[in-house]
Structures are given as structure tokens and as C-alpha cells.
């Protein structure tokens, strides 16, 4: 019993580190515009994340937001998905 | 062949730089079959060598494509024509104007270079006959100020070719 006592107090955490991973659950791995990794970052921003999202379709196409806006707005009136054409 | 194009005058910016890098990586690794990639130091002006495909009317010919691309690529086409001699076709100009949509109106910045060479080679495989396009020395003749082929207001009627 008394040996039972003394393991228990071997066990004292002093710290310790969380690891949490993330990914984006796309179809694809990179962004079909500027053909980075859509874990990582378009090349606009710095910071993969929230910062840099992602964006999907109507055609359930993925793009970076940041890719895909710049695409959208240099074509008005209309842009198409850059994947598959649609409005 | 003049140095017409207005697209490769600007510097590229950091993003068509990281584009065309990573573009020119892939193609080190996996080039379209049929085509070359000829080594210079210059990743604004890529000149790639066509192989005419086997069993279609271009078998063992060779030809140039020089690929201009401007400062806000991927957003904006980069300029495509066939360096002198151009191939005889329906669609390709005897100045080396391509006359093919995803070049101008339909361009998608999901388009590659590899994916425009693909595209050149299956238009250059069906055709059926090696002749200019009906209005080729009229043409020709307008751009002979040394205008882009992008300037041009194509009219794109025929999908047989």
C-alpha cells in the first residue's frame, strides 16, 4: 500500500502542449488559380486560415477567396467558374 | 518576329512570378507529350517546340510557339502565336495568329500552359487540310503594325477544327 502511494505521486506534469491539426475538406488540394495549396494561403495574404478561406460554388468548385474574387471582379458583368464555366 | 506584344512590356507581378514558377516546376516534371520547353532565363517569354502528332497531317513537323505573359497572369490570357514558319491551317494565321477562343474570350485562369499546348495540338490534329484562313492576307495586312493577336476582335464560328 505504501508502495502504491509513493507512484502515484511520480506522475506530476509540470506542462504540457496542445496539438490541434486542420484542413480545408475540399475536393482538391490546390487552388485552381493561383495553384497553391488551399492549406496554405494565396498568395495575397500571409496567414493560412481564417484569414485566407476558401470559397465554393454553385458547381461546388473550390477557390481561394481572395483568387476567386480577383477573377469575378475583372469580369463584369458576368464571370464564369474558371473550373467549369458556370455562371 | 517583331516585339509587338503589349503584355510583356510590364515586369510580372510576384504572383504571376509564383505562378509561372510553380507552372514551369510541374512542366520540368510532367511536360505535355509532344512538346518542349526550350531552357532560357526569361519566365515571361516561354518558346516551346510543337511535334505535329502522329498520324494526323503535321506527322514530323516542328513548330514554334512563343508564350507572352503579362503582368496580372494568371487573371489575364498571356499572348500565344506561332513563331515563322506557322503551320498551314484553317485557324492559324501566316503571321502566327492562333484563332482559338480560350487564347482571348474564354480564357480561365485554371488554364495552364500545358493545358493552351494541349489545346493547339488537338486543333492542329483535326484538321483535314493544310490552308490559311479566307482572310488571311487582309489580316495580315492590319496587323502589320506589330498588333497583338489579343487586340484582335475574334469571331469564333467554326468548332470543327
Known amino acids: 500500500m505504501r508502495c502504491f502511494q509513493e507512484l502515484k505521486i511520480l506522475f506530476v506534469i509540470y506542462r504540457w502542449h496542445a496539438v490541434v491539426s486542420w484542413t480545408w475538406d475540399a475536393h482538391d488540394e490546390t487552388c485552381g488559380i493561383c495553384r497553391m495549396a488551399f492549406d496554405g494561403c494565396c498568395p495575397y495574404y500571409k496567414l493560412p486560415g481564417d484569414d485566407c478561406p476558401l470559397i465554393w460554388g454553385a458547381c461546388n468548385h473550390a477557390f481561394h477567396l481572395h483568387c476567386i474574387m480577383k477573377w469575378v471582379n475583372s469580369q463584369i458583368p458576368q464571370a464564369h467558374c474558371p473550373m467549369c464555366r458556370r455562371e | ?70 503582368e496580372n497572369y494568371p487573371m489575364e490570357a498571356p499572348q500565344v502565336i506561332f513563331l515563322h514558319p506557322a503551320p498551314l491551317h484553317p485557324h492559324i494565321y501566316s503571321n502566327g495568329h492562333i484563332c482559338l477562343d480560350i487564347l482571348y474570350d474564354s480564357w480561365s485562369p485554371a488554364m495552364t500552359v500545358g493545358s493552351i499546348c494541349i489545346s493547339i495540338l488537338s486543333m492542329l490534329s483535326s484538321s483535314t487540310a493544310k490552308e490559311r484562313p479566307e482572310d488571311n492576307d487582309r489580316y495580315v495586312k492590319n496587323c502589320r503594325n506589330g498588333r497583338s493577336p489579343k487586340e484582335t476582335r475574334w469571331w469564333f464560328h467554326d468548332d470543327k477544327v
Open chain 2, 1 to 70: 518576329m517583331t516585339d509587338s506584344s503589349v503584355s510583356s512590356r510590364k515586369v510580372l507581378s510576384k504572383i504571376a512570378t509564383n505562378r509561372l514558377q510553380k507552372e514551369l516546376t510541374e512542366w520540368q516534371i510532367n511536360p505535355p507529350s509532344g512538346f518542349t520547353h526550350k531552357v532560357t532565363d526569361n519566365l515571361q517569354r516561354w518558346v516551346i517546340e510543337v511535334n505535329g502528332a502522329q498520324g494526323t497531317i503535321y506527322d514530323n513537323e516542328k513548330y514554334q510557339l512563343q508564350v507572352d505573359f503579362p
